[in-house]
Nanobody, 114 residues
Framework: QAQVVESGGGLAQPGGSLRLTCTTS????????LGWYRQAPGKERELVAQ??????ATYRDSVLGRFTISRENGNTVSLQMNSLKPEDTAVYYC?????????WGQGTQVTVSS
């Protein structure tokens, strides 16, 4: 069964940066658009950034200009998060986009607080 592993989360101060990385054993990952999603407590999971197989990226308005998604290679996708805000606090997941088609991983917790 395909597995997705997210890493790189942690505690950051407002205005700080974190870099998330996602790897998968699913070889079909290379055939799909990929995305980073997040889920804050009490809220639904939302797509924050996605990237095509050609590297074209789109972003949720709330993270535009602060987050950068990129495909490192066929099975790895990263999310550089700068100028972090408390409202970015959530568990972050990666999957195919715009819908997650493979089993969800455990995610990585991002907490932005002073």
């Amino acid at each position: 069964q395909a597995q997705v592993v997210e890493s790189g989360g942690g505690l950051a101060q407002p205005g700080g940066s974190l870099r998330l990385t996602c790897t998968t054993s699913e070889t079909a990952f290379t055939l799909y658009e990929l995305g980073w999603y997040r889920q804050a407590p009490g809220k639904e999971r939302e797509l924050v950034a996605q990237v095509t197989i050609h590297g074209h990226a789109t972003y949720r308005d709330s993270v535009l200009g602060r987050f950068t998604i990129s495909r490192e290679n066929g099975n790895t996708v990263s999310l550089q998060m700068n100028s972090l805000k408390p409202e970015d606090t959530a568990v972050y997941y990666c999957n195919t986009a715009p819908r997650g088609l493979i089993p969800w991983g455990q995610g990585t917790q991002v907490t932005v607080s002073s």
